[in-house]
């Protein structure tokens, strides 16, 4: 495993990128407080989602025929790290761009692709994830909301929750179990594409600690769908979610969920210009180990780019970033009140209060620590 994560760099064209994007990053985003930048990948702006689009920067895996760019994984880990550093507000379209797209790519029937992959690439179509339900989190296998085929399609009953936008979302990509029982695990799970104006889904957003609402609790009951809602095949849903789960997990926003407080912390040392030594000390260690970790997403990136599925790098390296992002507010906060006499402008204490309030959920969202730890001893041959 360990020789799988090999040291790369961003190809020259990838990186070329970057110029023009920071700088229309820089132009929309300039009014927004560092607070509100501080959400970055939870901060939903369908406006600033669809002008990104139409520039070219959504869906730019996907291959030019759909609308896609036709660029390669790092040319989209060059985007993502920009937007990802500004704080910009992308969750309109993260996740259609980030892992349904390119599932609907990889398993999609033609049709499928035709429809949905070209209105993701122009920031019209905003998915979300459908897979934890109140009794499947961690445990995934056993979920219980069913799709029963019947002479128009399929007849979706069940319960989805911490559904990340699921209220402002057009579809849900949602692994159901197709026959069988939850105890089967997982023998029959497929995937289906769930058109959330539907009648018979009620979805009821969830307020979280930062007084926020992205979550949401998703209810089906008799909800009719057609025949090419599934995804795939029938019964191969496990495999899928593997395959989607390692989009989810090997992107760069695995290290930069604090990365507006590190910068807003660094800004003001600048300012004050009488930083200590521990102070200094702990800047250097926390941005050598951002450089270290930006070096093995890079790496996992390399792999993607190559075609393959880095299931267990992804987990490695996840759980590695949500630790260090954890951390953070945390080194933060004791470096800021190690000098109580010394104001903190309250733009910078806004930012470590919302970082701080959000943090327990870095290793939680897309898979716990535990879970990301016993594929990695799987990974290592330990179990
Ligand atoms: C901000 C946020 C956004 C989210 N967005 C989405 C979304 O868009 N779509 C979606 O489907 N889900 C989403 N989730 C849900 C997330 O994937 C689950 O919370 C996560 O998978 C854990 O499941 P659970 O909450 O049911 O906890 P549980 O599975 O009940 O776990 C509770 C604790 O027990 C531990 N544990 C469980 N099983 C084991 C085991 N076998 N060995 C050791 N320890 C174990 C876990 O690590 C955890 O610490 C989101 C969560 C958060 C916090």
Redesign the pocket.
Same mark, same amino acid.
């Given at each position: 495993m360990i020789e799988s994560l090999s040291l790369t760099a961003i190809p020259a064209a990838a990186e070329s990128i970057r110029g023009e994007l920071r700088a229309f990053i820089q132009n929309e985003i300039a009014a927004l407080a560092p607070a509100t930048r501080a959400r970055s990948w939870m901060g939903f702006d369908a406006d600033f989602s669809r002008k990104l689009a139409q520039r070219g920067w959504v869906g730019l895996t996907l291959p030019q025929q759909y609308g896609g760019a036709g660029l390669d994984a790092f040319s989209r880990f060059v985007v993502a790290e920009e937007l990802l550093n500004a704080g910009a507000p992308v969750s309109a379209h993260w &996740?259609a761009d980030r892992q349904s797209g390119p599932l609907i790519l990889k398993y999609g029937s033609e049709a499928q692709r035709r429809f949905y992959l070209p209105r993701i690439c122009r920031g019209e179509a905003f998915f979300? &994830?459908?897979?934890?339900e109140p009794n499947?989190?961690? /445990?995934l296998a056993s979920v219980a909301s069913r799709a029963q085929r019947n002479p128009h399609g399929w007849l979706l009953n069940g319960r989805?929750i911490?559904?990340?936008?699921a209220y402002r979302s057009h579809y849900m990509i949602a692994l159901v179990r197709t026959s069988g029982a939850s105890g089967d695990r997982h023998q029959g799970l497929s995937q289906i594409i769930v058109d959330l104006s539907l009648p018979g889904v009620t979805v009821r957003p969830i307020r /979280?600690l930062t007084g926020d609402e992205?979550?949401c609790e998703v209810f089906f009951d008799d909800v009719q769908l057609g025949e090419d809602a599934l995804i795939g095949a029938e019964g191969a849903g496990w495999e899928q979610v593997t395959a989607e789960l390692a989009f989810e997990r090997s992107g760069p926003e695995r290290i930069y969920s604090s990365a507006v407080l590190l910068d807003e912390w660094i800004e003001y040392l600048r300012a004050r210009g009488d930083a200590d030594n521990a102070t200094l000390a702990l800047l250097g260690r926390l941005v050598g180990q951002l450089g270290v970790l930006r070096a093995l997403v890079l790496s996992v990136c390399e792999k993607l780019a190559r075609g393959g599925s880095p299931v267990v790098e992804a987990a490695l390296v996840k759980d590695l970033g949500t630790e260090f992002e954890q951390q953070l507010p945390v080194l933060v906060a004791d470096a800021l009140a190690a000098f109580p006499e010394r104001p903190v402008p309250p733009p910078l204490l806004k930012t470590l209060a919302y970082i701080t309030q959000m943090s327990p959920?870095f290793s939680?969202?897309?898979?716990?620590?535990?879970?990301l730890r016993?594929m990695i001893a799987r990974g290592l041959g330990l179990r």
């Open positions: &996740i979300c &994830i459908g897979m934890s499947s989190g961690s /445990d989805k911490w559904t990340t936008n /979280d992205h979550f959920s939680l969202r897309g898979g716990t620590r535990e879970i016993g």
